[in-house]
């Protein structure tokens, strides 16, 4: 069974000038009414469940895990548009972004890549199989504002070249033997991208050549926490990450696409406000498994729709506006970034009682101390077979802190992507929190400075 779309399975796609591949897309606007967040603070004592001890990862990591394709080599399409492209993702504040190794006259590329760099958001390159060294040892110098890394081949399984496997395994040694190269040592190398579980075993363990396996794994219009859709788990982010420790065992894992598309025009697409919930849970599952960094499909639509092209991709249309997806992840990343030096990490001694077995929980630390508890029902929130949308029950969960952490505020992502902060119950350590399947972050403690800014003055409008 091999669904078209996933990571693990070949989606109709066309080339790009770097040699890798580049996906399909549906958009059914869907509007419900926003949720209500109920936040009720518990005037009696609670009965909580043992008390949870979690050492929270540090939030800044996650907000520094999230990256994002873009193709500012074709011109086009809106990419060419650079001051669009420019302007959109600082408002997005993401810090990554993973575009073509590309050895190209066209001084502009390397322009506007370094001039992305100069504003902090570093480029990973996908090299092409049969590139000369000259163009990979360069390129770190080419793009001297912006490069962080090299990617080998994008998913040339099915570059339809009958000896893909020993192609392929050439281009890994050949970067491998750029890296040794004193100058270049600090850029890691990202494993190559397949699209099979046959692949995997075909190519076997590559891992010596590379310090990051690669995973594609699209969703393929299921929701993020999906147990998969065949045997084994098929198509679930745990099923892929199994099919990556084929090739590099023991190796960190990053995905280098993975995403929803909202064109109607093809199959297995997404209303654009789903996606709009869909988005920062894919986000964080990815995270709470282990995936070290995601760079989302893709920044900006290709204007031309249908099965041949790339609509319905993008968080923004191609007309450059923002998508429900868009605001929800640039709010997401600026509720979560938190720049600087890491400090020593705090345990979180935290109970939290209620709810099914959807209810999703991590937890996170700020350098000022605050921790922040992200919270959702993971369920789907659309059915693909009926192209209807799927009413997810809210759940009631109560959460118990420290009294040296008490909350202060909470944070809802709403229909259109835009999150409204509430101090209701702020000062309280016991707290009953109703929550759907939109993400929900409560912040507890206070920070040493105070809050100028809340996030609805932060949002991003159209």
Known sequence: ????????????????????????????????PPTALALVVACAIVSLPTAEVSTPAFADRFADSVGINVHLH??????????????????????????????????????????????????MFIAAAGQSDEALRSYPSRMSSSFEAYEAP???????????????????VQLHAIKTQSNLSSFPVYGPSLTSPAAYDALGDVSAFFDAANLHNY???????????????????????????????????????????????????????????????????????GVSRTYIYELIDDPTGGVAARSGYGLLRAN???????????NLLRVFSDRGSEVTPRSFTYSLDGGDGNVRQTAFQKRDG?????????????????RQPVAVPSQTVRISAPPE??????????????????????????????????????????????????VQNLQIVN
């Open 1 to 32: 069974m091999t669904p078209r779309g996933s990571a693990h399975g070949g989606r109709p796609s066309v080339s790009d000038q770097s040699g890798g591949r580049l996906p399909s897309p549906r958009v059914h606007q869907m509007v419900s």
């Open 370 to 386: 605050t921790m922040l508890l992200a919270v959702w029902v993971e369920a789907s929130g659309f059915d693909l077979a009926t």
């Open 405 to 454: 952490l008490p909350l202060s505020r909470s944070y809802r992502w709403v229909e259109d992507g835009t999150v409204l902060e509430d101090t209701t119950g702020a000062g309280q350590v016991n707290v009953s929190v109703t929550i759907n399947d939109a993400l929900t972050v409560l912040q507890f403690g206070s920070p040493r400075r105070a809050v100028t800014r809340s």
């Open 219 to 289: 969703m393929q219009g299921r929701y993020p926490g999906t147990p998969g859709w065949g045997d084994g788990g098929y198509g679930s982010i745990d099923w892929n990450i199994a099919l990556a420790r084929r090739y590099a065992p023991g190796k960190p894992i990053v995905t280098t696409e993975t995403g929803y598309w909202d064109d109607p025009g093809v199959p297995e697409s997404v209303p654009a406000a789903v996606v709009g919930r869909y988005m920062p849970r894919l986000l964080l599952e990815q995270f709470r498994k």
């Open 154 to 172: 994008n998913e040339y399984d099915i570059s339809g070249v009958a000896a893909w496997t020993s192609g392929l395994r050439q281009s890994l």
């Open 74 to 123: 074709y011109t086009n399409t809106p990419y060419n548009d650079f001051e669009l492209v420019r302007t959109r993702l600082a408002e997005l504040a993401v810090r990554h972004v993973r575009d073509g190794l590309i050895a190209t006259a066209w001084q502009p590329y390397y322009d506007r890549h370094n001039a992305l760099g100069a504003m902090g958001i570093k480029g």
């Open 320 to 330: 450059g506006s923002q998508k429900p997806a868009f605001r929800a992840v640039a």
